[in-house]
T-cell receptor
Framework: DGGITQSPKYLFRKEGQNVTLSCEQN?????MYWYRQDPGQGLRLIYY???????QKGDIAEGYSVSREKKESFPLTVTSAQKNPTAFYLC???????????FGPGTRLTVT | GENVEQHPSTLSVQEGDSAVIKCTYS??????FPWYKQELGKRPQLIID?????GEKKDQRIAVTLNKTAKHFSLHITETQPEDSAVYFC????????FGAGTTVTVRA
């Protein structure tokens, strides 16, 4: 649990602003993921990365961007193009694609 | 892509009784099926998982069964306790994890 961190815990932004969510892990995991969670729904995959300098779109990538310049870090930018950005964002990591995914504590983003 | 359906959406049980949550998946290539427990405002935590070469797995009061032919898998919690109250998610992995919508379990004291 404690090896993957997200900051901040709560984030408030005005419409039209881009915002970047941080995700860091010290588990030496190769793969990292970003999910979005809305009330009453399961987790939906935004982006994932299996190796440094490489990432793929998930099911709901529109309006989001990511980078993977370091193995430990996988920041997510929520752009102004995301129509409904208010949600709970969870980052996860795993040793390989087929491994158990460990989740960070999440960032609750509110855009008004 | 993979589609995971989870039932029921809410489940209320008396303390000490059993709880069963069922999930179906669509992609026969899926080969890994984890279950996560999420308490309010917290991160999901893996409680048990099963791979496609196994039909059943048990860990103390929690068990998971998998029927590959029917493409469904279930979570069984026996002797439920108040601390079992949470949202439970099933998931299936083909080339990525696809999650069910979740089951809110309430254990009544």
């Amino acid at each position: 649990d404690g090896g993957i961190t997200q900051s901040p815990k709560y984030l408030f932004r005005k419409e039209g602003q881009n915002v970047t969510l941080s995700c860091e892990q010290n588990l030496n995991h190769d793969a990292m993921y970003w999910y979005r969670q809305d009330p009453g729904q399961g987790l939906r995959l935004i982006y994932y990365s299996q190796i440094v300098n490489d990432f793929q779109k998930g099911d709901i990538a529109e309006g989001y961007s990511v980078s993977r310049e370091k193995k430990e870090s996988f920041p997510l930018t929520v752009t102004s193009a995301q129509k409904n950005p208010t949600a709970f964002y969870l980052c996860a990591s795993s040793m390989g694609r087929h491994g158990e995914q460990y989740f960070g504590p999440g960032t609750r983003l509110t855009v008004t | 892509g993979e589609n995971v359906e989870q039932h029921p959406s809410t489940l209320s049980v008396q303390e000490g009784d059993s709880a069963v949550i069922k999930c179906t998946y669509s992609d026969s290539a899926s080969n890994y099926f984890p279950w996560y427990k999420q308490e309010l405002g917290k991160r999901p935590q893996l409680i048990i998982d099963i791979r496609s070469n196994v039909g059943e797995k048990k860990d103390q009061r929690i068990a998971v069964t998998l029927n590959k032919t029917a493409k469904h898998f279930s979570l069984h919690i026996t002797e439920t306790q108040p601390e079992d109250s949470a949202v439970y998610f099933c998931a299936a992995f083909d080339y990525k994890l696809s999650f069910g919508a979740g089951t809110t379990v309430t254990v009544r004291a």
